[in-house]
């Protein structure tokens, strides 16, 4: 925990942090069950300090680090499901290299009914 703390992108993001400690902490395997390292979340909410909220719902993103004692290396990158809503799109930007992957959600069916039935919810 020492050096996703230290890291330049936790230090950037920590202002927008949820809890101080991990949402999820998990350890990571290899093929053959041997653990080789660890997957650490941080929930964030880049509007926590706004009065105002946008949209009536929004999902909070993931701070993402993984640690991997083999290659003695951290990915770093934030798991941004600020536009799910909106766009039906999750994106991971590695801030290591810099690239950005979208994931296109539409397709999930179980997740559209959720932001529906949510959405609903919220309207009452």
């Known amino acids: 925990m020492d050096a996703i703390k230290k890291s ?6 920590k202002k927008y942090l949820i809890e101080k400690e991990p949402t999820i902490l998990n350890p990571v395997t290899d093929e053959n069950n ?14 926590k300090d706004s ?10 993103s993931l701070l993402t680090y993984i640690i991997d004692f ?13 536009n799910v809503v ?14 950005t992957v979208t994931y ?13 039935m949510l959405n609903r919810k919220l309207m009452l």
Not at 51 to 60: G, I
Not at 71 to 81: I, P, Q
Not at 86 to 99: A, D, L, R, V, W
Not at 104 to 116: A, N
């Open 86 to 99: 909106s766009e039906k799109k999750i994106y991971f930007n590695n801030f290591g290299t810099g690239e």
């Open 34 to 47: 041997n653990h080789i390292g660890y997957i650490a979340q941080f929930e964030i909410d880049f509007e």
């Open 70 to 82: 083999s290659e003695d290396e951290m990915l770093e990158g934030l798991l941004d499901y600020s």
């Open 51 to 60: 009065k105002q909220k946008k949209d009536l719902l929004t999902f909070n």
């Open 104 to 116: 296109d959600v539409s397709d999930i069916p179980e997740l559209q009914e959720v932001v529906v």
């Open 8 to 13: 330049d992108s936790f230090k950037e993001y």
